[in-house]
Nanobody
Framework: VQLQAYGGGLVQAGGSLRLSCTASGRKVSGLTVGWFRQVSGKERLFVAGIQRSGGATDYADSVLGRFTISRDNAENTIYLQMNSLSPEDTAVYYC?????????????????WGQGTQVTVSS
């Protein structure tokens, strides 16, 4: 499984971005995918996840109500719609994938990772 994350950029506070995570080698419907973010020098933290097949979702408290994770099977892509962005959301965002049926907030449970995409929110 190979993942490619893209869509990051520079945005003003209050703005929106949509990140994409495209998979190759496996259908995304068969993957549980999580978005994580990492600030330099700090650990990689869970942001949102979507369960394979059924599509149940989970969000970190810090993004609940602002971010939405979704899946497009036709595009074989997982999206992370980010609204009402704040400078605290600035980080490198990674998508990770695993074959288990349950969403995990632990980055060590994800076996496949995209390369990361930088999101910078200016105040």
């Amino acid at each position: 499984v190979q993942l490619q994350a893209y869509g990051g950029g520079l945005v003003q506070a209050g703005g929106s971005l949509r990140l994409s995570c495209t998979a190759s080698g496996r259908k995304v419907s068969g993957l549980t995918v999580g978005w994580f973010r990492q600030v330099s020098g700090k650990e990689r933290l869970f942001v949102a996840g979507i369960q394979r097949s059924g599509g149940a979702t989970d969000y970190a408290d810090s993004v609940l109500g602002r971010f939405t994770i979704s899946r497009d099977n036709a595009e074989n892509t997982i999206y992370l719609q980010m609204n009402s962005l704040s400078p605290e959301d600035t980080a490198v965002y990674y998508c990770g994938a695993q074959f288990r049926g349950l969403i995990s907030r632990n980055r060590n449970d994800y076996f496949y990772w995209g390369q990361g995409t930088q999101v910078t929110v200016s105040s």
